[in-house]
């Protein structure tokens, strides 16, 4: 079985400081990872993914995230913060070969105040 | 750009009704997807459809069913609408290929009230 951990129902940060949000997983094998954002009464919206090779991988609207195999994790960052970024943020999780099925995390709400 | 929809935003129905659900997308994806998403537990999936006619349950099947005769579209079917089904429900959709990688693109949802 695949699961997801997001350990902070809500994080807070200043406008301009840079801004984590954390993702531990658990999966057999090799994992796909992927960030998903949701702005208020909307879809979620596809940030980045990791697939394979390089551990840093850059998405848009300037986030990136690290893959750490030894942690099983895969954080969220953005170096600068914006009002803007204030939304529920959501990990996801599926192995190599475990065919199409997301498992994804209970979300993380993030809030940047200006 | 793909693009998923949700015949509604807001629905109100009442208990025992049967409650349709559709989704539509654009883009030819094999794949399709039935979420409901709840304060706290994230997205669980409901159904998992990956061609017409072809469907496989997802972690919360109880008390729903899913129908898929165009690849286009995707309906959720509540037989008996419950008061502990009011969520908002996600529809996605993604290519196929086991080890690709593949993102699912989501729909705006449809936020459902059981009275």
């Known amino acids: 079985a695949q699961s997801v951990a997001q350990p902070e129902d809500q994080v807070n940060v200043a406008e301009g400081n840079p801004l984590t949000v954390k993702c531990t997983y658990s999966v057999s094998g090799n994992p796909y990872l992927f960030w998903y954002v949701q702005y208020p009464n909307r879809g979620l919206q596809f940030l980045l993914k990791?697939?394979?090779?390089?551990?840093l991988v850059k998405g848009s609207y300037g986030f990136e995230a690290e893959f750490n195999k030894s942690q099983t994790s895969f954080h969220l960052k953005k170096p600068s913060a914006l009002v803007s970024d204030s939304a529920l943020y959501f990990c996801?999780?599926?192995?190599f070969g475990g065919g199409n099925m997301l498992t994804f995390g209970g979300g993380t709400r993030l809030m940047v105040k200006p | 750009d793909v693009k998923v929809t949700q015949s509604s935003r807001y629905l109100v129905k009442r208990t025992g009704e049967k409650v349709f659900l559709e989704c539509v997308q654009d883009?030819?994806?094999?794949?399709m997807f039935w979420y409901r998403q709840d304060p706290g537990l994230g997205l669980r999936l409901i159904y998992f459809s990956y061609d017409v006619k072809m469907k496989e349950k997802g972690d919360i099947p109880e008390g729903y069913s899913v129908s898929r005769e165009k690849k286009e579209r995707f309906s959720l079917i509540l037989e008996s609408a419950s008061t502990n089904q009011t969520s908002m429900y996600l529809c996605?959709?993604?290519?196929?290929?086991?080890?690709?990688?593949?993102?699912?693109?989501f729909g705006p949802g449809t936020r459902l009230t059981v009275t």
């Open positions: 996605a959709s993604s290519l196929s290929g086991q080890g690709t990688g593949n993102e699912q693109y």
């Open positions: 883009m030819d994806h094999e794949n």
């Open positions: 996801a999780v599926r192995a």
């Open positions: 990791y697939i394979t090779g390089d551990n």
